[in-house]
């Protein structure tokens, strides 16, 4: 046609161009003929692995488990001390490629880089926020612990007692191809607190019953002792998850270390002075894992039916808080509202008979300091790790 055109056209060489472009124009270029653009993408090569995530303290403050320095790094479960400041960093790679044909050729292909990786912050009070880590070229693998090549890490501190929780999720940059931009997202914890937690430990491995229901045995003549042991039991269960089944009577024979038995043989002190302690538990052995070997013992003084019994709910708690592995609290920031494994003589005027209330703001079972030092994603292997606290003197 196009031959046919120039071939029967009179005019000069020029005028015969003009009509060609403007032949062109009319039929190829109609807004009415056009048809979708015949472009293909094909995505090839795309995966989008889970990122890394890597918390640490940021000096000075240093890392310790059972006081032995371990640098900065805050694994799962690491315990910081409120007004610690920290850095979440990030490793993440992915890949894929699309290319991009035009009726049927290849025209060219667009890799697939890394946008950023968002790092949300989860404060255990308060909103959340996200910031990002940016690698400062074209890139489809990024760790912003090499200085220089991304943003840099992201800040935090922790403020308030509870948990953090660092959530971290790699953005690839759009592609024509539409390939999903998001990876999975990956969860760190940390907890802050401001008493530092302390833990039972034997050959390094932390004291603890075996797995399973635990019985606590009382004796028939102490009988009066059971609401108490079942309000206490609540607690426990409520808090740690272990289930504790109260017996009058029912000696612990055959259960191993899995049963604790009461007695009120614990000795007064002399003179009526204040005692070092209303309660004391002992037991039969732990092996080398850190696992008791046999029945257990918690003693409480001759006079404790005198006392409060929420007084006493709480001293039996305490007791069995050590049999789960927590040690004492003495340190600054711990306190008898934030830990029931502060000793007896710290509650206020608590003496072992006394028959006064506790006030309303002592807790008379695990509180989350408690619990977050025995039931955090690594126990029963328990992250001892803590960080941000003086040595203890
Ligand atoms: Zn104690």
Redesign the pocket.
């Known amino acids: 046609m196009l031959r046919g055109l120039v071939r029967s056209s009179s005019c000069s060489y020029l005028a015969s161009a003009w009509r060609l472009i403007l032949l062109f124009v009319v039929v190829l270029m109609n807004p009415f003929e056009v048809k979708a653009q015949p472009v293909t993408y094909y995505p090839w090569g795309v995966t989008t692995p889970d990122p890394q995530g890597f918390v640490r303290a940021f000096p000075p403050a240093e890392c310790t488990v059972d006081g032995v320095a371990v640098g900065s790094s805050m694994p799962d479960g690491t315990f910081g001390k409120i007004g610690t400041s920290l850095r979440v960093d990030a490793a993440a790679s992915i890949s894929g490629w699309c290319d991009i044909y035009i009726w049927g050729q290849y025209y060219r292909t667009e890799t697939r880089n890394i946008n950023a990786v968002h790092v949300t912050t989860l404060p255990p009070i308060g909103d959340g926020n996200i910031l990002n880590i940016t690698p400062n070229t074209w890139t489809q693998s990024l760790d912003s612990r090499n200085v220089g090549t991304t943003s840099g890490a992201v800040p935090g501190l922790l403020q308030h007692e509870g948990r953090y929780r660092f959530d971290i999720q790699t953005r690839a940059m759009p592609t024509a191809c539409q390939i999903p931009m998001f990876s999975n997202v990956v969860e760190k914890l940390v907890f802050a607190t401001d008493c530092r937690p302390q833990w039972l430990t034997e050959n390094g491995n932390m004291l603890r019953p075996p797995p399973g229901d635990v019985r606590f045995n009382i004796p028939p003549e102490l009988a009066p002792f059971q609401p108490i042991a079942e309000a206490a039991a609540t607690d426990l269960y409520a808090s740690l998850g272990v289930r504790i089944i109260v017996t009058v009577g029912q000696p612990c024979a055959g259960y191993g270390a899995r049963c604790v038995t009461f007695r009120d043989t614990y000795p007064s002190p002399p003179n009526n002075q204040r005692p070092r302690g209303c309660a004391d538990h002992s037991g039969g052995g732990v092996w080398p894992t850190g696992l008791r070997a046999g029945p257990w013992l918690i003693r409480f003084r001759s006079d404790w039916y005198e006392a409060d019994f929420e007084r006493n709910q709480r001293r039996l708690a ?1 007791e069995f808080l ?1 049999y789960f592995g927590l040690d ?1 609290r003495q340190t600054s920031g711990c306190n008898q509202n934030n830990t029931i494994m502060r ?1 007896a003589d710290a509650v206020t005027t608590d003496w072992c008979n006394d028959p006064n209330p506790l006030p309303a703001t002592v807790p008379r079972g695990p509180t989350d300091n408690d619990r977050n030092a025995l039931v955090g994603p690594t126990y029963p292997t328990q992250n001892r790790r803590i960080c941000g606290f003086p040595p203890i003197p």
């Open positions: 305490h050590h004492n000793p």
